[in-house]
């Protein structure tokens, strides 16, 4: 009897679990900035210093800054072309160009159908995705028409992160994390177990559990451990299965061996 649960443990724990991920550290980079907002493999850096959004690509640097609208709440690069800023305090967004020159504006508290927003990321074309806090649903805002393209359901729990690229949403709140196509349908849901910040990798995704990563994909319900070295995850960002991590004044760029 004892024998057969033992095979009956292994047989759950093999279903259940997945093989943790090797991650092999390529380089460490000192960087001394107050928020790393992204890097990517062509050697750019954007971060924000004393309120003011740099982005920094072979030692030439551009910056942003608009003081008057407050702190910079989040700041999103994966357009280049379309970064976006938003402004919690003044519930403002900004986008810029390549250039850090602002192209569009959007005040939530002026547009016709208010939006008391506090989460923001990329969308497809001119679009961001916006988390309104007063009806608790996704939007995919569209900030050239000033108009939402598409609505979530309503969500249940405090919201902790959104990632989102060209195809796809994720929301993370504090029971569940949910994931949602271009067209706002919800295409999967998975119970939060301990997750407080997400990063995208394609259709893939990287969890931060207390001072842990997990890798998740797309088709697995059950993410696998990256096994890293003891440093202090305080950011972090995943391009094409590279995986890079920054702590007090430290970047660290590992390869991550996904079978």
Request: proline residues 2%; aromatic residues 14%; glycine residues 2%.
């Amino acid at each position: 009897m004892k024998h057969a649960t033992f095979l009956l443990f292994l047989f759950t724990l093999s279903i259940f679990s997945q093989e943790p991920i090797e991650a092999t550290l390529v380089k460490k980079t000192l960087l001394d900035v107050e928020h790393l907002v992204s890097v990517n493999n062509f050697g750019t850096t954007c971060y924000i210093n004393n309120n003011v959004l740099y982005k920094n690509h072979n030692n030439k640097t551009l910056n942003y800054n608009n003081l008057q609208l407050g702190n910079i709440e989040s700041a999103n690069t994966f357009n280049p072309l379309k970064i976006n800023i938003f402004y919690k305090d003044f519930n403002t967004l900004i986008i810029l160009d390549n250039r850090l020159s602002e192209i569009f504006k959007t005040d939530f508290n002026a547009i016709n159908d208010y939006k008391n927003v506090s989460h923001v990321s990329t969308g497809h074309d001119n679009t961001v995705w916006v988390f309104n806090q007063d009806i608790q649903n996704l939007e995919l805002f569209d900030y050239k028409q000033k108009t939402s393209r598409a609505q979530t359901q309503p969500v249940q729990s405090q919201v902790l992160d959104l990632k989102s690229n060209f195809n796809y949403c994720w929301l993370l709140t504090k029971n569940q994390l949910y994931t949602y196509n271009y067209f706002g349908s919800l295409i999967k849901k998975l119970d939060n177990k301990g997750y407080t910040a997400i990063a995208a990798d394609g259709e893939n995704l990287i969890l931060k559990k207390d001072n842990n990563l997990l890798y998740l994909n797309k088709n697995d319900e059950q993410p696998a451990h990256i096994i890293l070295p003891n440093i202090i995850i305080n950011q972090f960002f995943v391009i094409n299965e590279t995986l890079y991590i920054y702590t007090h004044k430290t970047l660290y760029e590992f390869q991550l061996k996904i079978k």
